[in-house]
């Protein structure tokens, strides 16, 4: 089977973006390939040094993984943290990246222009570590959204560096989706993506409750409808039809496409129909996600299976790279 790695970070609960961009890619990749999925909690730190909050993100998203469809029998659901070998590949890679490269990163950018006070080297380093995070089990696919191609750009990059330097090791990984196009699922409010640190409102998140999010979906930026049969539909209004169709029947979507098409559409119809469906998808999960994130003697188990499991692999890769690098003295 071929080897799949990907992980989300333990900055809070878990949106919808989180969701369509990569856990429902997790659920059916699980039955297909060698998945290990991570939660990126050393890359936590690079933009949360404080870290009161860090142990209930963790767990958390763990439960939120779990809830969504994970099976922790089919794949290795493991803390970064707990896979040392992922921080002495990413030592290694540093070597090989340079300084010039990392500080055009577009994400390294916006970090700068987002937190001016803490522009430590991690940032900097983020996409090195991520490669480790991915080639320490010689992944070939990495399930994400659209956000992060640019990052498995650069991964490829420095697999290949690698490999061109002290021999074939690594695979060059790709970003992967079961759609044609990675996912980019927009913020409520018309903005750019749904993230966890835009404007709260603009975000649907797994845990929100079911009044919270008619409320959400209801605020959801739209105007007061086409005049004239036919128009142009703009970008905000074009998100609502792309989350309705994430969620609704396509009887649904297909009725409000009609009506937006002889401009008699009712953008509060809509919506209240979409709050409707929102609900009934994320509701479910929440309640999951709760029950699991309860039992943390459950948690713990897995995360203990998934680590042992995870630095086996990775111990391997960790052995050959030496190697290769040089490093087995006698
Ligand atoms: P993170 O934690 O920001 O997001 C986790 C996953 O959710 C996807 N995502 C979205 N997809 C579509 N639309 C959105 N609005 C949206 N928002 C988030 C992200 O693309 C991602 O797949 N650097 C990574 C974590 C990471 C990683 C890795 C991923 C660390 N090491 C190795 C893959 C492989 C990140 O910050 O994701």
Redesign the pocket.
């Known amino acids: 089977k071929e080897i799949v790695?990907?992980?989300?970070?333990s900055?809070g609960n878990?949106?919808?973006?989180?969701y369509?961009?990569?856990?429902r890619n997790y659920v059916r990749m699980q039955e297909e390939f060698n998945c290990y999925f991570?939660v990126?909690d050393w890359?936590a730190l690079t933009t949360h040094p404080d870290t009161k909050e860090l142990r209930n993100s963790v767990l958390n998203v763990v439960a939120e993984n779990m809830a969504a469809g994970l099976d922790t029998e089919k794949v290795c659901l493991y803390l970064?943290s707990a896979v040392p070998e992922i921080a002495e590949l990413y030592l290694y890679l540093n070597m090989m990246a340079y300084k010039g490269e990392l500080e055009k990163t577009p994400t390294f950018k916006d970090k700068v222009r987002q937190q001016p006070d803490n522009v430590n080297a991690g940032l900097l380093t983020?996409p090195v570590?991520?490669t480790a995070?991915?080639i320490i089990h010689r992944a070939k696919y990495?399930?994400?959204?659209?956000?992060?191609e640019q990052?498995?750009e650069i991964?490829r990059n420095f697999a290949q560096r690698f490999n061109h330097r002290y021999g074939e090791l690594f695979p060059e990984p790709v970003a992967f989706n079961y759609g044609e196009q990675?996912?980019?699922?927009?913020?409520l409010d018309g903005g750019g993506?749904?993230?966890?640190s835009e404007n709260q409102f603009a975000t649907l998140y797994l845990a929100d409750e079911d009044d919270l999010i008619r409320k959400k979906v209801m605020k959801a930026k739209t105007d007061s409808g086409p005049t004239e049969p036919n128009s142009q539909m703009p970008d905000y209004i074009q998100n609502i039809f792309g989350l309705m169709r994430l969620v609704s029947e396509e009887s649904t979507v297909q009725k409000f496409s009609e009506d937006f098409n002889s401009a008699s559409i009712r953008y509060g119809d809509m919506k209240k129909q979409l709050a409707e469906d929102m609900v009934k998808f994320i509701a479910p999960i929440r309640e999951k996600a709760k029950e699991i994130r309860s039992d943390e003697g459950r948690l713990k188990k897995v995360l203990q299976r998934g680590a042992e499991r995870a630095r086996e692999s990775a111990a391997q890769t960790l052995q050959q790279t030496r190697e290769l690098i040089g490093l087995n003295y006698f």
């Open positions: 790695v990907s992980g989300i970070r900055t878990l949106h919808l973006g989180n369509f961009g990569a856990l991570f990126a890359h970064q983020y570590l991520m995070d991915i990495v399930p994400v959204g659209k956000d992060q990052h498995l991964a990675l996912v980019k699922i927009p913020s993506k749904m993230s966890k």
